[in-house]
C-alpha cells in the first residue's frame, strides 16, 4: 500500500468489512457468507437445485476475535494489541494477525484503508 507520501505501514491500516459479505454466530465462531455468483442470472442459470446461493466459511476461535474487532475505525496495530492479551501474548502474535488479515484482504472480506490526520 502506498501513498503519494510514500509506503504505509500495514500496522496503520484500518481494515474495513466488505458490503457484500454477511456475518453470522453459529456456537462460539462466526461465519462468513458470500454469494456463489456475482450477478442475479448467473445464480438463476447456473446454480444447481437445493445448493446454497452463498459460500460459508466458517472461522475458528482467532478469527473469530479478529473479525469482531474489524469496525472499519481501529487499525490492525490496535487489533493486534487488543487481542495480544486476550490470546496470552504468544510469540510471533503480530506477524500472526498480520497474515491473517492479508489473507482476509485477498480473499475479498476486507478492504484496507489509511486514515488521515
Request: aromatic share 12%; hydrophobic share 35%.
Given at each position: 500500500m502506498e501513498t503519494p507520501e510514500g509506503k504505509v505501514s500495514l500496522l496503520d491500516a484500518v481494515p474495513?468489512?466488505?458490503?457484500?459479505i454477511t456475518a453470522e454466530w453459529k456456537g462460539?465462531?462466526?461465519v462468513l457468507a458470500y454469494?456463489?455468483?456475482?450477478?442475479?442470472?448467473?445464480?438463476?442459470?447456473?446454480?444447481?437445485?437445493g445448493m446454497s446461493p452463498d459460500i460459508h466459511v466458517t472461522l475458528e476461535e482467532h478469527g473469530?476475535?479478529?473479525w469482531n474487532?474489524?469496525?472499519?475505525k481501529r487499525t490492525v496495530r490496535e487489533i493486534i494489541s487488543l487481542l495480544a492479551d486476550y490470546f496470552g501474548k504468544e510469540e510471533?502474535?503480530?506477524?500472526?494477525?498480520?497474515a491473517y488479515v492479508?489473507?482476509?484482504?485477498?480473499?475479498?472480506?476486507?478492504?484496507?484503508?489509511?486514515?488521515?490526520?
Open positions: 474495513v468489512r466488505c458490503g457484500h462460539e465462531c462466526i454469494p456463489r455468483f456475482k450477478y442475479e442470472w448467473m445464480r438463476r442459470f447456473l446454480l444447481p437445485k473469530t476475535a479478529v474487532l474489524i469496525d472499519g510471533h502474535y503480530e506477524s500472526r494477525v498480520t492479508m489473507q482476509l484482504r485477498k480473499d475479498g472480506f476486507i478492504q484496507l484503508t489509511i486514515q488521515r490526520n
